[in-house]
């Protein structure tokens, strides 16, 4: 006589392993694009008039004097072509409290030259003591 031996398969439901897995995903996705254009820069402080920086180009200036537009470096020419273009939108230069006074005023001067009506200057909030 044979007798007919009744295994049962385990089931294991994978879906919620799945789903901790999608969120954990999209989490390092986005907090990778967060980082990315993120440059670290010391502003000096100082309190002035406060502006919505919604929609003003921001340009930075690191401790190593190099010029930053949207997290690429750019040079002082393609700073001119882009003021030249962008002239009608308001422009904020965020300078690194290392950089001499007379580079920020140079990339000001430069603005203005191109005709930029509205450029201004990036500060920490904090007043200086």
């Given at each position: 006589m044979t007798r007919r031996k009744n295994?049962?398969?385990?089931?294991?439901?994978?879906?919620?392993?799945?789903?901790v897995l999608f969120m954990l995903i999209i989490f390092f996705v986005l907090t990778a694009s967060f980082v990315q254009?993120?440059?670290?820069?010391?502003?000096?402080?100082?309190?002035?008039?406060?502006?919505?920086?919604?929609?003003?180009?921001?340009?930075?200036i690191d401790s190593t004097k190099?010029?930053?537009?949207?997290?690429?470096?750019i040079t002082k020419e393609e700073l001119k072509k882009i003021a030249a273009e962008l002239k009608s939108r308001e422009m904020l230069i965020?300078?690194?409290?290392?950089?001499?006074?007379?580079e920020i005023a140079g990339i000001l001067s430069l603005l203005k030259a191109q005709g930029v009506a509205n450029a201004g200057l990036m500060l920490s909030?904090?007043?200086a003591e």
């Open positions: 295994r049962r398969m385990a089931d294991i439901d994978i879906t919620p392993l799945i789903d254009g993120k440059l670290d820069v010391d502003l000096p402080s100082g309190t002035g008039q406060s502006s919505d920086t919604q929609g003003a180009v921001i340009i930075t190099k010029i930053f537009m949207d997290g690429r470096e965020a300078g690194d409290e290392k950089v001499p006074y007379g909030g904090e007043a």
